[in-house]
């Protein structure tokens, strides 16, 4: 207990509480007064918990924004494709047999001409390249172009039926010696050979025909 005296007051300090007692000018006792004493720890948790429930509104007000503000994923887009239908491939047809009359490259594509009628099939160089003059053909067709004013039949296949006898297309096989290689050759196919095989044999340098 501690005491003190202020101006016709007694102040008493008690642990828990300040005790005021007033007296009158006499020295006679006018009133007594209690009052409860704070301490600073006590102020200093009550601080901490208002700052604590600061803190965490703030966080839960951060958390409700977040969820609010934040940019959701939205569900891939599906694109649905149809199939571009398939275009039908041009029927097939098969000539009679024909009689090879014209060859020739000057359109820029080997073109060949037969004796029974004036149409011109448009074929590849390989086919081409295997056909001579006067053979006896069959060719399978799936439709026709329209080039510098004339028509050519597409040809996709060739059956060659029998091939024309002469002496000059007649005299083979032929040697070749091109790039370091040897070559026989038929009059249709272009077939490697060793040296053993065409020694003896006349030998042209250069490329055999293209096959």
Known sequence: MHRRHERGCEII????DQ????????????????????????????????????VISIIAIMGVGAFLFAPHS??????????????????????????????TTSGGFPQIGVQEDDRCFWLSY??????????????????????????QYNVVSVNI???????YYNNYPRYYHYQGRYYQYDGHTVDPMTWKQIRGKEIIEGMPPYY
């Open 126 to 151: 390989n086919d081409y390249d295997n056909i001579r003059l006067g053979d006896r053909v069959r060719f399978t067709i799936n439709g026709k172009h329209n080039l510098y004013n004339n028509v």
């Open 74 to 103: 939205t569900p891939p887009t599906v694109i649905v494709t149809t199939p571009a239908p398939t275009p039908t491939p041009a029927p097939l047809e098969t000539t009679n047999v024909l009689t090879v009359t014209l060859m």
């Open 19 to 54: 005790i005021v007692r007033t007296y009158d000018g006499e020295g006679n006792l006018k009133g007594i007064q209690i009052i409860p004493t704070r301490y600073p720890q006590t102020e200093m948790y009550r601080f901490a918990g208002i700052a604590a429930i600061i």
């Open 13 to 16: 300090m008690k642990q828990n």
């Open 161 to 167: 039926i029998s091939h024309r006898y002469d002496r």
